[in-house]
């Protein structure tokens, strides 16, 4: 019997070791893990603040040199028209050093009904062009009559962090249209 009972004894005394040694070891390959998954982690977050800033300078390199290409995605008579999607990919307005080239709908009329029409023009020259650097990007202003009788002012703000853009487009006759959509580069 005393046999039994030490034997039940080392038996319970060698699992036990063998628990201990067991966690121990988890413990250190968890620890590793974990190590190797935080360095994995940071190096990734750095990779993506790297990229995200070289876009930030993409994008207001392309502000600055005068050479970019607005794609709207949206369109809205303001203050509440209905928000219409633009799937037309010929829609854009192109702004280069000496000129800018605009295609893109408008909604013209006193009162409703308002009636579509789409401004096609090539601009040899724009008034009052001024880019302005804000928190978020750019502010890009400049007017035209646009060859009619009426002063059209284009107002873009763009977000130089993700691209993005807002178009608005006033009038003293007709209500503003404001434009969303994305800054690429010519």
């Not at 974990?34 to 990229?51: F, G, L, P, V």
């Not at 890009?140 to 107002?155: E, H, Q, R, W």
Request: glycine letters at 4%.
């Amino acid at each position: 019997m005393k046999r039994t009972i030490s034997f039940i004894a080392i038996c319970a005394m060698l699992i036990s070791l063998a628990i201990a040694y067991s966690s121990e070891a988890q413990s250190d390959t968890k620890q590793k893990s974990d190590a190797q998954r935080t360095a994995q982690h940071e190096a990734r977050q750095q990779k993506r603040a790297e990229r995200l800033a070289a876009y930030q300078r993409h994008i207001d390199s392309l502000v600055l040199s005068h050479n970019f290409k607005f794609m709207p995605q949206t369109m809205q008579q303001l203050p509440a028209g209905i928000m219409r999607n633009l799937t037309n990919p010929n829609y854009e307005v192109t702004v280069w050093s000496d000129a800018v080239d605009v295609c893109i709908p408008f909604l013209k009329g006193y009162t409703p009904p308002y009636y579509p029409v789409v401004f096609n023009y090539v601009l040899p020259s724009v008034q009052n062009y001024y880019a302005e650097q804000t928190n978020d990007g750019w502010n890009v202003t400049f007017k035209s009559t646009m060859f009619s009788a009426t002063d059209y002012t284009f107002n873009f703000e763009i977000y130089s962090h993700y691209g993005g853009a807002m178009l608005t487009i006033s009038s003293p006759f007709y209500n503003s249209v404001q434009y969303t959509g994305n800054i690429i580069g010519i």
